[in-house]
């Protein structure tokens, strides 16, 4: 089980101010405020100091004035509380902060907040966090329902957090940018991606677990969601569970891990979504567009098509189950470009919706209880991890093929070049499937290319040239939502104008 160590407020010294006196030139009381407290939203009537602490926080201000709002401890710390919690891109914030107080009232008269990281390093990790959000945020299309939304962030945050042991990774920074964390972590990360898509999302805590999860709005109802105890431990490329997504009170209370004592958050009392189709999936639930959704059912053993409108699947392929020892299907699910792939225990596969029709693209001759456990696509290849087990780290990493559209490509043949006074013309055959050609210049002592230019026929011309030789390399490319992807390199042509 994860846990995350609770933090217990704690007065570490103390000196007193005289009644009236609003000078202090050196903060000398300190004091630790929980940010573990994500519970409830602020119910304070104080809100005109709520305002002014939140927009210092916001400046990372080096002390706030705050005497003028009658201010207790208590107030500040359910303030500050209530800040962190619903504020995940103030990742900066510690739970320390120094104070000055008078000593017959106990109202604080200035705060000094204690700050992570300096201002510059600030400015430069917000903008990180933004196109970490961005990031995911593009992908989504605004026709997509509220729970299509929330799945496919809760997937993206599930496989691109790993889930760290050490309890100071915290933030929503740590989860998006860096790409590990604890169970706060996670929260706060669906909770920012969550509420730029205009999402209703709460974080939740219980002591007794020792952890913090999220709960999530759809359609007026309220919702758990756990992708901490959702993301596989340890961390296996294309694994992501959906135990925990869209359950009710009821539900999470008697699932596979309970769920207890926890406080914050909405009722839950809706069931609608407790026996939602994704819960068989062990992998990413890819969408094709508003209406469909692909995914494998790894009770079933079957990759399907969803329809969002009917509530209906209908059957893609069998995905043979072969893992050994193991009553479990652990195919991951990924896509590149129009095509999905997904992979058995000692092969990959390939779907292409277009034509209908499935390859396979791979097939390993492994020993023992070798077994693919994890898949994914890396800088357009696609990667198997290979192990002994889903609950062990694998051993080693195989590139499978190439991914996506750009798999069809083959690297231009017959590329050959003439010369004709300033001008080098190169030709090579057609590719089948290309949409066009992109012409590169060759640098054989550093293996770089620089493109010259693009076409559409396989033919180029290079005008204009001093004198001296030429190298070139050309490469067919498809479009892919107005984006080229390409295939392979060509082999090399020198070429010389004298």
């Known amino acids: ?15 007193m101010m005289f009644t009236g006196t609003l000078v202090c030139d050196i903060p000398q009381t300190a004091t630790e405020v929980s940010a573990e407290s994500y519970v409830m939203p602020y119910k304070g009537g104080n809100t005109e100091a709520y305002k002014t602490i939140l927009k210092g926080l916001k400046n990372m201000d080096e002390k706030i004035s705050v005497y003028k709002y009658d201010l207790s401890y208590d107030e500040y710390a359910e303030i500050l509380e209530h800040i962190l919690m619903n504020y995940p891109e103030i990742f900066y914030v510690r739970a320390e902060t120094e104070y000055t107080y008078y000593e017959k009232t106990g109202n604080l008269v200035v705060v ?9 390093t600030v400015k430069t990790r917000r903008k990180q966090l933004d196109a970490a959000v961005n990031d995911i945020i593009k992908d989504i299309d605004s026709s997509w329902s509220d729970v299509q939304k929330a799945l496919y962030v809760h997937d993206r945050i599930a496989l691109g957090c790993v889930y760290s042991e050490d309890n100071d990774i915290r933030s929503a920074y740590e989860a998006l940018v860096v790409g590990d964390g604890v169970c706060v972590a996670y929260a706060m990360a669906y909770k920012l991606v969550l509420d730029k898509l205009g999402i209703g999302c709460v974080l939740v805590l219980s002591d007794t677990m020792n952890h913090c999860w999220n709960m999530v709005e759809i359609d007026g109802s309220w919702y758990h969601v756990d992708i901490t105890w959702d993301d596989g431990y340890p961390d296996l490329q294309g694994q992501v569970y959906h135990d925990f997504f869209l359950c009710s009170d009821k539900d999470i209370k008697s699932g596979k891990e309970p769920h207890k004592d926890w406080y914050g958050g909405k009722k839950a ?30 009770e079933k053993n079957v990759l399907y098509r969803y329809d969002w409108i009917k509530g209906s699947k209908g059957k893609v392929t069998a995905v043979p189950e072969e893992w050994k020892i193991w009553d479990y299907n652990f195919s991951r699910l990924v896509y590149a470009d129009g095509i999905y792939y997904y992979s058995t225990a000692n092969s990959v596969y390939s779907y292409d919706p277009q034509a209908g029709k499935k390859s396979m693209i791979k ?8 077994a693919i456990y994890g898949l994914y696509i890396d800088d357009g290849h696609i990667m198997a991890q290979i192990g002994i087990g889903p609950h062990k780290a694998p051993s080693k990493t195989r590139t499978v093929g190439k991914a996506g559209a750009a798999s069809k490509l083959i690297a231009p043949e017959s590329f050959k070049g003439s010369t004709k006074g300033t001008s080098i013309t190169l030709t090579w055959d057609k590719v089948s499937g290309a949409d066009g050609y992109t012409v590169y210049y060759y640098n054989s002592s550093k293996g770089t290319v620089t493109e010259a230019g693009s076409v559409k026929t396989n033919k180029f011309t290079d005008s204009g040239l001093k004198k001296g030789k030429y190298q070139y390399k050309v490469r067919a490319y498809v479009l892919v939502n107005g984006k080229k992807v390409y295939g392979d390199l060509s082999s090399v042509v020198s070429k010389s104008i004298k």
Do not use: C, H
Not at 1 to 15: C, E, G, Q, Y
Not at 112 to 117: G, Q
Not at 278 to 296: D, F, H, K, L, V
């Open 112 to 120: 000094y907040p204690t700050y992570f990281y300096d201002e510059d």
């Open 363 to 370: 097939k390993y001759n492994l020993s023992g209880n070798s």
């Open 1 to 15: 089980m994860k846990l995350i160590k609770k933090i217990v407020s704690t007065v570490a010294a103390f000196v």
């Open 269 to 298: 009392d809706s069931e609608k979504y407790d026996n939602g189709f994704w819960r068989s999936s062990g992998s990413q639930i890819i969408p094709e567009n508003s209406r469909y959704s692909y995914y494998i059912d790894s």
